[in-house]
């Protein structure tokens, strides 16, 4: 903690997790968060005042202290509890870029789009719709770490 820090009892980081039914994806120091929640987006930064918000699907941003890239992960419905020194992030599913098969998620999101355009009587929108957010917030993590590779 820096001395201004420490003389001025505001923080200038949190600890951030990300964790999902299966594993535990996150742990890190970080400055900023940037999160799909339910109504929008929405940030965090060091001293945000205690909040539940609901998590939608789509990407997670955050950067770790004293770096200047921003790290990604696809994420999935779930809670972000914001406390003083930490934010928690549960999350149905979580995938980094570099995990993310990208034929898989193209086939996913192109099966999406065909119910879609030709729902039969058996559709439920509702859940296609999940589908075709997921597959898009999926391939948006792995097309933006191609280009970063």
């Given at each position: 903690m820096a001395e201004a820090e420490r003389d001025?009892?505001?923080?200038?980081?949190?600890?951030?997790?990300?964790?999902?039914?299966?594993?535990?994806l996150v742990s890190e120091t970080v400055d900023s968060v940037r999160a799909p929640g339910v109504e929008g987006e929405f940030g965090v930064l060091p001293s945000h005042v205690r909040m539940m918000a609901g998590m939608g699907?789509?990407?997670?941003?955050?950067?770790?202290?004293g770096g200047s890239e921003w790290s990604e992960l696809s994420v999935s419905a779930g809670l972000v509890e914001v406390l003083p020194d930490r934010v928690i992030v549960l999350a149905q599913t979580a995938e980094a870029a570099n995990e993310i098969d990208v034929a898989r998620a193209e086939a996913a999101l192109e099966r999406a789009r065909e119910k879609l355009e030709h729902p039969d009587d058996d559709t439920d929108i509702?859940?296609?719709?999940?589908?075709?957010?997921?597959?898009?917030?999926?391939?948006?993590?792995a097309k933006k770490e191609a280009t970063e590779s």
């Open positions: 001025s009892g505001i923080a200038s980081e949190f600890l951030l997790e990300i964790v999902t039914p299966d594993r535990q699907t789509g990407l997670l941003r955050y950067r770790v202290v509702e859940a296609t719709l999940e589908a075709l957010r997921r597959s898009t917030s999926r391939l948006q993590a």
